[in-house]
């Protein structure tokens, strides 16, 4: 059980990793962005000078700890499609709430179909959950 634990943080430490990124990047933007001519001291300051950006750095670090931790146990047929699959569906619904970005019915209907294919994957988690 505690390799299928260490997946979900893996899991929702990426899908944080990537909104933080993107609210990272906006943040960024919103600050005048990498300012040309500053060079590599100039993207230095950008990206220290913005927390959210590192902190999703910091997810992303700690999100490989976690899913290599979980692979020990779990085969990548079953975590890899977990973690993308479930990533896709958290990034797309947050990004359509906090974002504002659209989805078109479509697109829906894709994310519903997704997590279909993640709770058809996750089935056969219950073989190693007792690992």
Known sequence: MRYVI???????????????????AKRLAANG???PGKGVEGLIN???????LILGLFCFATNVIFYTYALKRIPISLAYPIMVGAGF???AVVAWRYLGETLSVGQWLGVSLILAGII???????TVAGS
């Open 120 to 126: 058809l994957v996750a089935r056969e988690m219950r």
């Open 89 to 91: 569906a958290i990034i």
């Open 46 to 52: 950008a990206v220290t000078s913005n927390w959210v």
């Open 6 to 24: 260490a997946l979900l943080i893996a899991l929702l430490l990426n899908a944080g990793a990537n909104l933080m990124m993107k609210f990272g």
């Open 33 to 35: 962005g990498l300012i």
